[in-house]
C-alpha cells in the first residue's frame, strides 16, 4: 500500500517499525552505517543483556560529551573505563569488536546475510524469551518480515546499499505516522474485528502454513481458526475479497504457495473466482471439518435469533471499544437478526456498527 500511496492505520496493534525488536535491529544496522550514532549505541548496548548497565552507560556518555567524541570511541578507551567492573569491560570491548566485524563485512555481503550474521553474533534470538511462548514467536516472526523486506529491497533496488536501504526506511515510517487523512484502508486482526463491520473486507493470505497456521493445528486449535475466518467473513456487509498470493518470500526465500484448505470449504454458489481456479473442497485435512464453513452465518445456518432482552446500552450514552476508543451510541437496531450498535467515535469522527454480541464495547 506504501508503493500504491494508499493511506492506512492500523487498529488494535503496533506499526511494523515502532516494534521493539525492529528498532532494536535497525539501531545495529544504523551502528555499522555510521559508529558515531550515539543513539542507536545507546539503545542497544546492553541488547541482549551482556552486563552494561546504566551506571556504566552514563559514565561513557558523560565521558563521550565532555571530549566531544562519538560514545564509539569510549567503549574501549581505559581512562573512560576506569572504575567499570572486569566484566562490563569485557563484554564492551566483544562489542565493539562485533560492530569493527559488521562493517567490515558491509559492502561484501548482502544485507539480510549482514542482519543474519547479527542475530547469530549476539544473540538476539535466544534473548527473545521460550522459544514456544506466543511473545517469542511473534517477534522472531517480525524479524523474519524485516529480513525478507531487505531481500526485497535488494532485488528491487539498483544499486542496494545500507544507507540507502535506512533512508527509505526512515521515509516509510515518516510517512506512517502522516497518514492522517479521512479516506484510508483500516488494517487490523481477526481478533480486532470481532462486532465491527465494513462496506469491504479483503482477507489476506490464505495459504497453508499461515492460516490456519502449523502451531494451531499442531495444538489441534483447526476448528479455532474456522471460527476464526467466520469472524472475517461475516464483517463484510457489501463486498468480500479473500485472496492469497502465488508466491510468498518466507525466510528470504521465495516460495510457491498453497491455497488453504479453508478456500476449498465456501461454497461455489457464492464465490466468484479471479486468477487461478478457485481451489476444490480437499478430501482430506489437517483441520477436522466439523462444521463447514458452508454451515455457517450467511453460508446457510439460520440468523442468530433476536436478542430477548434489552440492550445494555442507551442512546446518546457514552461508551469505549478496546480498539476504536471512546464514542457516542447513535442507534440500537435488532432488525438484521443481530443487535447491533451504531456507535460515533470521537477520535476520527466515523460511525461504525457493533455486533452487541461480539464487540468488544463497554460503558465508558
Known amino acids: 500500500m506504501r508503493a500504491a500511496n ?112 547479527i542475530l547469530d553474533d549476539t544473540g538476539y534470538i535466544e534473548s527473545l524469551g521460550e522459544e514456544d511462548s506466543l511473545e517469542a514467536i511473534s517477534r522472531k516472526e517480525n524479524l523474519e518480515e524485516l529480513i525478507d523486506s531487505i531481500a526485497e529491497y535488494e532485488e528491487a533496488a539498483a544499486q542496494p546499499s545500507l544507507l540507502d536501504y535506512l533512508e527509505q526506511v526512515a521515509l516509510t515510517a515518516s510517512a506512517d505516522e502522516e497518514g492522517e487523512g479521512d479516506d484510508f484502508v483500516s488494517l487490523m486482526s481477526l481478533h480486532a474485528a470481532k462486532g465491527l463491520e465494513f462496506r469491504a473486507v479483503f482477507l489476506i493470505a490464505l495459504e497453508d502454513g499461515i492460516f490456519p497456521s502449523p502451531r494451531a493445528i499442531e495444538e489441534g486449535l483447526g476448528e479455532e481458526e474456522r471460527r476464526l475466518l467466520y469472524v472475517g467473513v461475516t464483517r463484510a456487509k457489501e463486498r468480500l475479497y479473500l485472496s492469497h498470493a502465488k508466491q510468498r518470500m518466507h525466510h528470504g526465500r521465495t516460495d510457491w504457495t498453497t491455497p488453504s484448505v479453508f478456500i476449498g470449504e465456501l461454497p461455489r454458489e457464492y464465490c466468484k473466482a479471479r486468477g487461478r481456479r478457485l481451489a476444490e473442497p480437499q ?82
Request: proline share 6%.
Open 6 to 117: 494508499i493511506d492506512y492505520r492500523v487498529f488494535g496493534g503496533t506499526r511494523f517499525y515502532d516494534r521493539q525488536e525492529i528498532k532494536d535491529i535497525l539501531a545495529y544496522l544504523q551502528i555499522v552505517a555510521n559508529p558515531a550514532s550515539n543513539l542507536a549505541l545507546a539503545r542497544v548496548i546492553n541488547k541482549p543483556r551482556r552486563g552494561v548497565g546504566d551506571k556504566t552507560l552514563r559514565a561513557l556518555e558523560s565521558f563521550a560529551l565532555e571530549r566531544s567524541e562519538p560514545l564509539f570511541l569510549a567503549l574501549t578507551n581505559p581512562t573512560a573505563l576506569q572504575g567499570v567492573s572486569k566484566k562490563a569491560v569485557a563484554a564492551l570491548a566483544e562489542f565493539a569488536g562485533m560492530i569493527a566485524k559488521w562493517r567490515e563485512a558491509e559492502g561484501k555481503i548482502p544485507l539480510k546475510a549482514l542482519v543474519q550474521r
Open 283 to 364: 478430501k482430506k485435512s489437517a483441520v477436522a471439518p466439523k462444521s463447514r464453513l458452508s454451515g455457517l452465518g450467511r453460508f446457510g445456518a439460520k440468523p442468530a435469533p433476536k436478542s430477548a432482552a434489552p440492550s445494555k446500552f442507551a442512546v446518546g450514552q457514552t461508551v469505549e471499544h478496546l480498539f476504536m476508543g471512546r464514542g457516542e451510541v447513535v442507534r440500537i437496531d435488532d432488525a438484521a437478526g443481530e443487535r447491533r450498535i451504531l456507535v460515533r467515535f470521537f477520535e476520527d469522527g466515523e460511525t461504525m456498527p457493533i455486533i452487541e454480541r461480539y464487540g468488544d464495547l463497554k460503558p465508558a
